[in-house]
């Protein structure tokens, strides 16, 4: 089954800075600095669609009418790796709120583990982007918006920087609503549960942990 509402963001500067992120050669500073710029091109792709209400604005010369947006944005990083693709997507909506969710992966089971969550509180009516660089068997992005649903919202959409085909099925079982933008699909996931050919450990190389 493939999802129904997978997009594949395949700007070229969104593909070469990947190119950089997969290189095993960058260090932790030029991961950290590629996944900010990396995540603000790929969020003026997430939000094309947001809602817009019309407004009138005056300009210097005469009154014409501007678009703003309808809703608030919240967005959820799912620490830690989703924590470094945040900045880079404030920088382009400020005024989003932001929500923690702290997951990890047991290293044998393969299940996420939720060790911390903080929400905004009046969350409900906004428009949320869950946010973790990968998507690999799919566990941590469907146990995120279970978690997200719970609280009563309902407009949600999910961004990774690598998916895998095992994942991408995985939130099309629970999931199908919930659209994913990503910068690559790629080919399996091997027996550690790791994303081939992928881009190793995200938390990792963003933080210098191993
Ligand atoms: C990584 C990644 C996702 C998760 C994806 O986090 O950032 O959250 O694994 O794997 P899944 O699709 O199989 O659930 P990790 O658990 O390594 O935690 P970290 O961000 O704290 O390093
Ligand atoms: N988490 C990562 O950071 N990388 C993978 O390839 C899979 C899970």
Not at 29 to 45: C, G, H, K, P
Not at 131 to 138: E, K, Q, V, Y
Not at 144 to 149: E, P
Request: hydrophobic letters at 40%; aromatic letters at 8%.
């Amino acid at each position: 089954m493939t999802h129904p509402n997978l997009l594949i963001l395949d700007h070229p500067l969104i593909q070469q800075k990947l190119y950089y992120l997969r290189s095993k050669k960058s260090n932790n500073l030029s991961f950290r600095n590629m996944l900010d710029e990396i995540s603000a091109l790929m969020v003026y792709e997430v939000t094309r669609d947001l809602p817009v209400d019309e407004r009138d604005v005056e300009t210097p010369l005469e009154i014409t009418t501007g678009y703003v947006l309808s809703k608030k944005v919240t967005l959820v990083p799912i620490l830690r790796a989703g924590l470094a693709m945040c900045d880079g997507i404030l920088k382009l909506i400020p005024q989003a709120r932001v929500g923690h969710l702290g997951l990890y992966r047991d290293k044998y089971s393969l299940k996420p583990v939720e060790y911390y969550s903080k929400f905004p509180s009046d969350m409900n009516d906004s428009e949320v982007i869950i946010i973790d660089p990968m998507l690999a068997t799919g566990g941590s992005a469907v146990a995120a918006v279970d978690f997200v649903k719970k609280t009563g919202v309902r407009n949600i959409r999910f961004v990774c920087l690598v998916a895998s085909p095992e994942g991408v099925k995985l939130m099309a079982e629970h999931h199908g609503d919930v659209p994913i933008y990503t910068a690559a699909l790629d080919r399996q996931l091997n027996e550690h549960g790791y994303i081939l050919p992928g881009l190793g450990d995200a938390g990792d190389r963003i933080y210098g942990t191993e």
